[in-house]
């Protein structure tokens, strides 16, 4: 029985041994190689001091069948027959699966892009930070953070100078370099009036690709087409909504139809007061850039009182008092948005007038603006 017993406690240790293993791994991985071997060499030693019982014959054998080769059978069978599944359909669930090769990291803005929907637009904000700590410099992520603080925040220079770091970032491939050109340069014409500046970018744009010329053209009449029958079929989209806006706004030049755009998105039920409060300072700027006269800064003011008027006592009513302080001698309300001659660029940027034949969701809409 001593042989039996010594054999027993031998298995008990094996045991604590590897459930003590796989506490300490992360990677969903019991065993590592090293393991698998030194589990193997003492198995094979356990199973020769069997064989010498086991010649023998008689109970003992049946004992030391039943305590050492059955568990020592079923123990490396569990240790090896992953593996040599593994090797021997490698190649079948490669070509079902893609093969072993690792998956290429990338950052993930999924729970920023959430955040924004529910309008906690600092939060989406520091979401996009920490992507950005394990991707610097990439630069989908620093075009949404500029998004967020043009349209939602309305911090229109924090947006200039995410662009301008993105386009500035060293080792910017080409062609990543010119997108974050080509929306600063939006930003600085359309959303902060400042021509001379979005004209040199042009200029700058012009120097470092002579023969961009040749880039494809964006057809925004056909785009605008998408979303308005995106919108037929899902009325409620609020970010395909915004999208159409700013196309009618930036490219076609149709102030008042994407002031129509947002006006449906506030109007629509349960929208998050700090995006209505921002859809509201997004007229006042449309109106402001429609009309740089008494008549437009009318308007901009009648948005902006709305904003105290839903939300007093409210950051964002605190943030439209302000603007209304400065309202009469703002910049924009003093100086018409002039029209630049870039060639082939102002489709880029939106900067020449659409067609008539614009695609609208509702046709009688701003028909009396």
Known sequence: MLPILVIGLIFLAGGIFLAHRMSKRDDGQMFEPRDRVIITLALVLLLGAAARTLVGGGAAAGVFMLVIVIPAGVILSYIWLPTAVDALLSGLTGAMTGGNEPVEPKPFYFRALAMRRKGKFSEALVEIDAELVKFPGNLEGMCLKAEI????????????????????????????????????AELLVH?????????????????????AGSLPQEDWTARAQEWVTHLEQHPTDWEAREKLATVYADHFQRIPLAIDQIRTLIDQPGQP?????????????????ADSGAEGVGKARAALEEVQTRYPDSPWAEQAVERLAILGRSERAKTPTPTLKIGVYEQNIGLKRGSADIPNPDPDAGTGR
């Open 191 to 211: 959303r902060m009036n400042d021509v001379p500046a979005g004209k040199a970018l042009l200029e700058t744009i012009l120097e470092e690709n002579p023969g």
């Open 149 to 184: 603080q043009a349209d939602d925040l309305q911090n229109l220079p924090a947006a200039a100078g995410v662009l301008q770091e993105a386009i500035t970032t060293p080792g910017r491939p080409a062609g990543e370099r010119l997108s974050a050109q080509f929306r600063l």
């Open 273 to 289: 007061p700090k995006r209505v409060a921002g859809w509201l300072n997004r007229i006042a700027d449309l109106e402001l850039r």
